[in-house]
C-alpha cells in the first residue's frame, strides 16, 4: 500500500525498484520465482521494509495516534499517510524532483508490463493515468485513496473514515513520518 515509501527506501537500479513496487502482489517463496536477479533483490528489500515497519518504535507510536476502533487496519492507515507526506515533504528528503521520480517509475511499469504481477498489472494503468506518487501530496487524494482500498478488501474495514485521522493527527504523524524514513534507511543501509 506505502509505493512511494517502498520506491524511495530502494536502492538506485531501476530493476530493484521495480522489484520494491511488486513487493506487495508476490507471495510465496521468493527462491521459487522466475525474475531476474536484480527484481528479486527488490522483493527481499521489500519485504525488509515491511518486516523493519512491524517492528519499529516510530510506527508503533503512529498507531497509538489512531483510535483503537480502526484495529488492524492502523498499520494500512500508517502506510497510507507515510506516502503522503513523503510525497509531500519529498524535497527535504530526496534529490530531484518528485514528477520526474515517478515518470522514471511509470516508465518501468510500462516497459516492463508484460512481466509484473497481475495485482501491479491491474492497477498499473491507473497509477500511470492518475499520476498517484505525485498525487499523494494532496491531502484531500488521501480520502479518496482510503476509500478505494477500504472498497478493494474483501473483510468489512473502517478505512473510508481514516481520512479524520490524518486530519487529526496531522503534525504528529508527519514527524513521525520522517523519523521512520530516517531510521529505515539507516537500517537498510546496514543489512
Do not use: C
Amino acid at each position: 500500500m506505502n509505493y512511494l515509501v517502498h520506491l524511495y527506501l530502494s536502492d538506485p537500479s531501476p530493476m530493484i525498484r521495480l522489484g520494491n513496487l511488486m513487493g506487495d502482489f508476490v507471495k510465496g517463496r521468493l527462491e521459487d520465482l522466475p525474475y531476474p536477479p536484480d527484481i528479486i533483490r527488490g522483493l527481499q528489500q521489500h519485504r525488509q521494509v515491511d518486516t523493519y515497519s512491524l517492528h519499529s518504535s516510530v510506527v508503533k507510536i503512529s498507531k497509538e495516534r489512531i483510535d483503537p476502533r480502526f484495529s488492524y487496519f492502523r498499520g494500512i492507515l500508517i502506510d497510507v499517510f507515510y506516502d503522503h507526506f513523503l510525497a509531500s515533504n519529498w524535497q527535504q528528503h530526496a534529490d530531484g524532483k518528485l514528477e520526474d521520480f515517478a515518470a522514471e517509475t511509470y516508465n518501468l511499469l510500462e516497459e516492463y508490463n508484460d512481466i509484473l504481477p497481475a495485482g501491479l498489472k491491474g492497477i498499473a494503468p491507473r497509477m500511470i493515468q492518475y499520476n498517484w506518487l505525485v498525487s499523494y501530496r494532496e491531502v484531500e487524494v488521501m480520502e479518496r485513496a482510503l476509500v478505494r482500498i477500504g472498497q478493494r478488501l474483501s473483510r468489512k474495514n473502517p478505512l473510508a473514515e481514516g481520512y479524520g485521522e490524518l486530519l487529526k493527527n496531522y503534525d504528529e504523524l508527519e514527524q513521525d513520518s520522517a523519523n521512520f524514513l530516517a531510521t529505515a534507511k539507516n537500517h537498510l543501509a546496514n543489512v
